[in-house]
């Protein structure tokens, strides 16, 4: 545990040791600083650029919010000549690195107030020399740059509150579209159901089907097993009238003696027959047969 406590004793005062080493070298390659202009400064155009840093960054200049340019890969430092800024307005100025982009990256803001300053080594003020700008002139940039600034925050309040409605919209809609979905799904259930009592119904009806069939085929088969009737007959009492009453026969045949081949000609001739006592059945096959 001892050993433990002193290894990071070590670890931590070589970190400190390493960070006030490499401070101003190795946090400003991660951390790059705009030193000039500074941060809301009102300046004469041309504008001098500084940052601390890599000696090599990209920079981009906007203006208003709105518009923007690409200067470039500059080096620090460097002058935005006159003709890059239009005008007096808000400004803004971004560098960042050419090999990392916006991982290393630094931004400031400042105004312009429309004068041009004389080129550099000609008419450069000296540290504590007054300002030929008046103050009159940098209130009226500052108030055109907040005007600006004001007119950007309504354009966005403007778009956010259409993105706002659009919004409302799409969640309308998506709340009908969710409805109809939420009935297409019951209706399909619904088929579902339906479609599930047909089969079982029509599977019944198969079932059904198939033991008529074999019923069916059972009494084929049975039928098939019948001797076909080929002689009819009745009962008759020849004398009724007599006491006792004669002993009743069977008559197959006609007065002819043509014998009862189907049941149409046995009926035929029992109906006008006033000694029948039953109805025509079968007797069996024929004689000789």
């Not at 690195?97 to 991982?103: H, L, R, V």
């Not at 993105?163 to 399909?188: D, F, G, K, P």
């Not at 076909?228 to 004398?239: D, I, L, M, N, T």
Request: aromatic residues 6%; contains cysteine; negative net charge.
């Amino acid at each position: 545990m001892l050993r433990l406590v002193r290894l990071a004793a070590i670890v931590f005062l070589a970190v400190v040791a390493a960070d006030l080493l490499f401070r101003a070298s190795l946090l400003r390659l991660v951390r790059p600083v705009i030193v000039s202009p500074a941060d809301g400064e009102v300046v004469a155009a041309p504008v001098r650029v500084r940052w601390e840093g890599p000696r090599q960054m990209r920079v981009t200049l906007r203006h208003a919010g709105r518009d923007k340019w690409d200067l470039g890969v500059r080096e620090s430092p460097f002058l935005i000549p006159a003709e890059d800024l239009r005008g007096r307005g808000l400004y803004s100025i971004e560098v960042r690195s050419p090999t990392f982009g916006d991982w290393v990256s630094a931004q400031r803001s400042f105004s312009t107030d429309g004068s041009v300053e004389a080129p550099e080594g000609k008419g450069e003020r000296q540290a504590g020399e007054p300002r030929s700008d008046d103050v009159g002139s940098k209130l009226a940039a500052l108030e055109e740059s907040l005007q600006e600034m004001r007119d950007a925050q309504e354009d966005s309040h403007d778009e956010n509150t259409n993105l706002y409605e659009e919004n409302a919209a799409i969640r309308e809609e998506n709340a009908i579209l969710t409805e109809e979905l939420q009935q297409v799904s019951e209706s399909e259930q619904r088929a579902l159901g339906q479609l599930a009592a047909l089969q079982q119904e029509y599977a019944r009806l198969v079932e059904e089907h198939r033991l008529m069939l074999l019923e069916l085929s059972q009494l084929r088969s049975r039928l098939d097993t019948i001797v076909p009737c080929s002689v009819w007959g009745y009962f008759s009492y020849p004398r009724p009238r007599t006491i006792p009453p004669t002993r009743r026969v069977v008559v197959v045949s006609d007065a002819q003696g043509e014998v009862f081949r189907t049941q149409n000609i046995c009926e035929r001739v029992r109906r006008r027959d006033s000694t029948s006592a039953s109805v025509c059945f079968c007797v069996g096959s024929s004689f000789g047969e």
